[in-house]
């Protein structure tokens, strides 16, 4: 028995909508967040992460409306991130039904954000977002305001101090490899894994299974999270799985496809 | 069949609640003893700290919790909920649980990451109730910081390990325990549910 390695599609939303949703067979909807996440549940995703991108924030009861569906219907955990700029942002994401809430931006400019998150609803709920950039060798800056803004704060120590706050995750995303498809930024994924004692999500550049791969053996990753090769369908996540599975990473399995029920809250 | 599940004013309890709507039973959050009195069995859900828990089961639902250690409704703990089925914890400080099963709850050892979270196998190490549709490897969500020792090792239907072994799944007469989430188990963990309203039925 192992805790397996896990993989966690991302979606991006916009005002609700997935961006750039590609229409799987069975389908009704691609850009519907809620149908693309049951399709990655049945393909065998361990988790999902939704990021809202939506730039305005008069969207708050959207996002929220979402959280409720997803969580109806779900019955895989889900992490929401993207705008949540508060403790009353986080509670409303969190009492609507997400697993956990992702802090990025917020939780650089009030750490004690993620105390008083992690006090309240448990660790395990409080996901801190880093997003770093290479400045040198073996050094990353953690930028913030979706990639716009530099902190000069060094990435693994944010993580570490993150972990002090009272974060129970780490999602890492390497803003040189984000979208490259070339793979994983290694060396900055093993760094901040050996350097905290809590999960760690490796994040951007995923181009195909042996980038994943990477990432959790030599990125030391206990996770990998990817949005544009399962979303472009170039490979599913049980094709993941199986390519993890024969190099003896392990991963979950799923031995039942799910049949969940299909009504829908009025 | 009815299943309360006992609102401990911790969070979020949305998705138990459709996991054993899923399972097949009609849920009432209950929000204390007298709702909770109508139903065929009981969920105390996982999610919080020990101490708040128990501090909101006793407060609420002390006659429910009286007849659970009668034996005269059956009652799951889930994660936390399972936790606090046990005589005392160290999450904070020493704290007493309900003693419906002997044992402590302690912390993971420090040789690996702390919470365990994440899918982890289970090996089934006695027939159960819980267990009838599950086969020995499957996989369950899992949570938590802090895991169970019973005194009695019989109550240990199936265990996990994660730098120690970890009971996975308790029963002892009419109380049943799962440290891993059902509800955030896919079908697995649906096939748990449903195990434990057909048990709770007989």
Known sequence: ?266 | MRVAVLDLGLGNILSIRRGVERAGAEVIVAQGDQEAEGADAVVIPGVGAFRDGIRALLGKFGRTVDRIRRGEIPALGVCLGMQLLFTKSFEGGDHLGLNLISGEVVRLPPTVKVPHMGWNSIRVVKHGVLTSGVSDGEYFYFVHSYYCIPEEIEVTVAETEYGVPIPAIIEKGAVFGTQFHPEKSGEAGRIVLKSFLEGAKR
Request: charged letters at 25%; glycine letters at 10%; a negative charge.
């Open chain 1, 1 to 266: 028995m192992t805790l397996t390695k896990r993989i966690i599609p991302c979606l991006d939303v916009d005002r609700g909508r997935v961006v750039k949703g590609i229409r799987f067979v069975n389908l009704r909807d691609a850009g519907d967040p809620v149908e693309q996440a049951l399709e990655y549940e049945r393909q065998g995703a361990d988790e999902i992460v939704f990021l809202d991108i939506t730039a305005s924030s008069d969207n708050r009861e959207t996002v929220i409306d979402m959280v409720r569906k997803t969580a109806y219907e779900l019955s895989i955990p889900f992490t929401v991130g993207g705008g949540i700029r508060s403790y009353a942002d986080a509670r409303r994401v969190l009492m609507a039904g997400a697993d956990k809430v992702s802090l990025n931006t917020a939780a650089v400019q009030n750490p004690r954000l993620i105390t008083e998150g992690a006090e309240i609803f448990g660790s395990q709920c409080i996901v801190v977002a880093i997003d770093a950039k290479r400045t040198g060798e073996r050094s990353w800056e953690v930028y913030t305001h979706g990639g716009r803004r530099g902190t000069s704060m060094d990435a693994v120590e944010w993580a570490m101090k993150a972990e002090e706050m009272g974060a129970g995750e780490i999602l890492l995303t390497s803003m040189d490899f984000d979208g490259s498809k070339d793979g994983y930024d290694l060396e900055l994924t093993r760094l901040v894994s050996e350097g905290v004692n809590i999960p760690v999500i490796a994040s951007g550049g995923a181009g195909n299974p042996a980038h994943i791969y990477n990432a959790l053996t030599v990125g030391k990753a206990d996770a990998a999270l990817a949005a544009s090769i399962f979303h472009y369908a170039e490979y599913t996540v049980g094709e993941v799985k199986r390519y993890l599975m024969e190099r003896g990473v392990p991963v979950r399995v799923v031995r039942h496809p799910n049949q969940g029920d299909k009504e829908r809250p009025a």
